[in-house]
Every structure is written in structure tokens, then in C-alpha cells.
């Protein structure tokens, strides 16, 4: 696989709009210098991130890292964070999901760390760099994403005659339209309308993105052409009941995917534990592909909700040392393959191939057939869209996503009205908190 770090980059632009916004940030606040090692605080609830760690405290005499484990950001820690920022009391390193970056930018919330960490950066993938990169300035240290493919049961797919992943989604159609055939309860796959992410993972890969800065505004068209075609199309898997409408990850979504009734998930990386730990004994059944493309001959995927960085948040008494903490972590190979092994995510750094456990990793291996299915999302990494932006007022975003896509499954009307009534809502939204939307 190619995994040389590329010199040019896609940065976010910083658009005036947001940068009125922004909340004079508060003076750091630091006492008499002290002797001994500087102490960090460092905010995060990834799964055995405490190894890493531990690792760089036994490395480094002259910097601590104190770990506070916190709820995920969508179940308050965000919202800690930013409170925290605003009473002056911040730690010092914080984990922050790329699409939340630009609300905490808006908020004031964010350390810029791009004299700190230099050309160090460029050890990251191009389009994770981009991430955490607003107007040329670096507001984070990309960790990992979910770079999106096709987890399918090859079993059953055999059994509707198809041998290979759908490489188009003319190709998933007509799989979808082989095994529903196969059984009278078996459906390729769910519709999730409580998934946001997935939704919004389709959207990315579908092509024109939903938000652009344009000079000193935000230029919202969720109801483009390209996510209309993508609405179009799942409500003709719905509407010809090829398609189950099922939340995922659901007790029922769970059982069906057990018994062999859902057999495909579009989903991020790391899904495999998900399908490994709940549903063992389909071992040796499942493969990996490709999303599958609108163009095959311009190939393009998403990462399920971006992906995750750490930040230095406004206020930390010691920026510097902050922000060399959060580079070893993400870019030394060993804190790197402990958190890979620990379900991160897909690692952020360019070369993955130095990566021990990326290269070998037996058991997910054997349960996917023998395939080596990190090659799959290797690829999938470097087509991950480069022009996809996230807004401020995600949370917004993704609530009128869920209430209008929910209210149009519910009521029979076409997702493309669902999508046009998100355009309205996100519109609104941003105009009413001061922040500039373009014509």
C-alpha cells in the first residue's frame, strides 16, 4: 500500500464570519515557575488510551501527563470542556472529534499550536491535516478516523450469485435485488434513520459537500444534486423493499445481523470488534470492500463522523508542552500501535505501514475469510474526500438530520424533502446565532 506523506494540503479556510465570533479568549493564567516536571491534564474517553499514556510518563522526566477519563463528547464531555474553558479552568489536552472543531472555534475554545509543532505535522495523512488545519493555522493533532468501507457476509452473497463487492451502487442495487431473494426475511442491509454519521458518511461520499466557506461566509446546500441523486436512491431500496427500516445497532438490528438477515453494514474501520464480539459464530463468513462509487473511475469515500484529534485548549497554562504531548502520542509508533489495538481508530499517521498492529493482526484476519482487511481501509483512507468541511452547530445539524429523515420513513414522504427541511433548518440555525450564510 501507498502510504508516502504528500507536502501540499488541503486547509480549511477560516472564514471572518467565524472568526468574529470567536470569544476573546481568556489569559492563560500560570504561577511562580515551579522546579521539577511540567504536569498536563489530558480530558479523553478512548478505550485503553491509559497505556499510551503511561508510556510517554516513563519516557519523559521533564513533562507529566495526568489522564482524567470523562463521558464521550456527545454525552456531556464536550460540553465540560467548553465550560470549563469559560470559567478559566481548562485541561490542558482534550479530545475533540473533527466535526466539533469548528464549534469550538467558535467558542474560543481552541490553542493555536502551529509554532509549536511545525513541519512535524506533515507526518499525518493529507486529509487529516486538513482536519485540524483552519487558514493555515493548526488547531489539532489528528489521532484516527473511521475511513468507511462494505463489511458483507460473502456467504450469502455467493448464494445470490455475486462473487466480488458491488463496485458501483448500480452494482449494490442489483445485489441487493439477489439476496433479498434468497430468503423472505434477508435484507442486504438497514436503513438507519438514527444513524447521523452514516447519513452524513453518504452524503460525503456522494460528492459536492454541504458546507464551503465562501470569503466571509458559510455557503450551506445540503439539498445539492449529489446528496438529492443519494436520497433518491436509498428511497428506492426502501420504497421496493430491498432495504430493512432498522436502527442500527439496535438489539433487533444485532439479532438480524446474528441470524444472517442483514448481511451487509456500510460502516467505519473499526466496526470489525463490533461484528467480531457480537456475532462470533459467523467467523470466516465476512469479507471487506470498497464503498461502493457513484464515478468507479474517481473513487471516493468517507470517514464515519470525520475522525478525532487532540487539542490544546485556550487557557492551558503550558501550550507548548500540550502540544508536544499530543504529537508523540499520535505519531510515535509505539503510542500509535497501542492505540490501534486499544480501538482508536484508524490511525492517523501517514506511513500505517509501520505500524505493528496494522500489519499483523491474525484474529480479525481469520474471522474475515484470511483477508487482510486493513489493506481495504488503507484505500479507503486516501480517497476519503479532501473538500468535505464540517460546520459549526454540528449538534444542530445532526438533530435536524435525525428528526427530518426519522419524520419522512415515519410518514411516507421522500427523503429529498427530508434533506431540502435540514437546508432550511441549518440556514435558520446559523443565521440566528451571528454567523454569516452566503446567498
Not at 247 to 271: N, P, T
Not at 303 to 318: D, I, Q
Request: hydrophobic share 45%; aromatic share 10%.
Amino acid at each position: 500500500m501507498s502510504t508516502t506523506p504528500r507536502r501540499l494540503h488541503h486547509r480549511r479556510s477560516l472564514p471572518l464570519a467565524l472568526a468574529v465570533a470567536v470569544i476573546a479568549p481568556l489569559a492563560a493564567c500560570s504561577g511562580p515557575a515551579d522546579e521539577g516536571p511540567v504536569t498536563l491534564t489530558f480530558q479523553t474517553w478512548v478505550p485503553g488510551i491509559e497505556e499510551a499514556v503511561e508510556l510517554f510518563n516513563d519516557q519523559h522526566d521533564d513533562i507529566r501527563v495526568e489522564l482524567q477519563t470523562i463521558v464521550s463528547g456527545a454525552e456531556g464531555g464536550y460540553a465540560k470542556m467548553l465550560s470549563d474553558v469559560q470559567a478559566g479552568n481548562p485541561a490542558d489536552v482534550a479530545q475533540v472529534g473533527y466535526d466539533q472543531m469548528p464549534t469550538f472555534l467558535l467558542n474560543g475554545a481552541l490553542e493555536d499550536i502551529t509554532d509549536h509543532v511545525g513541519d512535524d505535522v506533515e507526518a499525518f495523512s493529507e486529509w487529516q491535516i486538513g482536519a485540524t488545519t483552519f487558514g493555515d493555522r493548526v488547531y489539532g493533532i489528528p489521532q484516527a478516523a473511521g475511513p468507511m468501507g462494505l463489511y458483507y457476509r460473502s456467504d450469502v452473497f455467493a448464494e445470490a450469485g455475486i462473487t466480488t463487492a458491488p463496485e458501483t451502487w448500480d452494482d449494490f442495487y442489483e445485489a441487493a435485488v439477489a439476496v433479498r431473494a434468497t430468503a423472505p426475511d434477508r435484507y442486504i442491509a438497514a436503513f438507519a434513520p438514527n444513524q447521523a454519521a452514516w447519513m452524513e458518511g453518504l452524503a460525503e461520499q456522494a460528492g459536492e459537500p454541504w458546507f464551503q466557506v465562501e470569503g466571509d461566509a458559510w455557503k450551506v446546500s445540503i439539498d445539492n444534486p449529489d446528496t438529492l441523486r443519494m436520497a433518491e436512491y436509498w428511497q428506492r431500496l426502501i420504497d421496493e423493499d430491498l432495504v430493512k427500516v432498522q436502527a442500527d445497532l439496535s438489539s433487533e438490528w444485532f439479532a438480524d445481523v446474528q441470524a444472517g438477515r442483514i448481511v451487509s453494514w456500510m460502516s467505519g474501520s473499526w466496526a470489525d470488534a463490533i461484528i467480531r464480539n457480537n456475532a462470533p459464530d459467523t467467523a470466516g463468513l465476512w469479507s471487506v470492500g470498497l464503498m461502493p462509487q457513484w464515478d468507479a473511475s474517481n473513487p471516493r469515500s468517507a470517514s464515519w463522523s470525520g475522525g478525532s484529534a487532540n487539542v490544546v485548549l485556550k487557557g492551558s497554562a503550558h501550550p507548548e508542552e500540550a502540544a508536544e504531548f499530543a504529537l508523540w502520542l499520535n505519531s510515535d509508533i509505539d503510542s500509535v500501535s497501542l492505540l490501534t489495538e486499544n480501538g482508536a481508530g484508524w490511525p492517523a499517521i501517514a506511513d500505517v505501514d509501520a505500524i505493528p498492529s496494522i500489519q499483523s493482526a491474525p484474529e480479525v484476519f481469520e474471522f474475515f475469510g484470511g483477508q487482510d482487511i486493513w489493506d481495504v481501509f488503507a484505500e479507503s483512507n486516501e480517497q476519503v474526500a479532501r473538500d468535505w468541511q464540517w460546520p459549526p452547530l454540528v449538534d444542530a445539524l445532526n438533530a435536524s438530520l435525525l428528526d427530518e429523515v426519522a419524520a419522512a420513513v415515519e410518514g411516507g414522504t421522500p427523503l429529498t424533502e427530508a434533506y431540502a427541511a435540514v437546508q432550511q433548518r441549518m440556514v435558520a440555525e446559523m443565521t440566528a446565532k451571528g454567523i454569516s450564510v452566503a446567498d
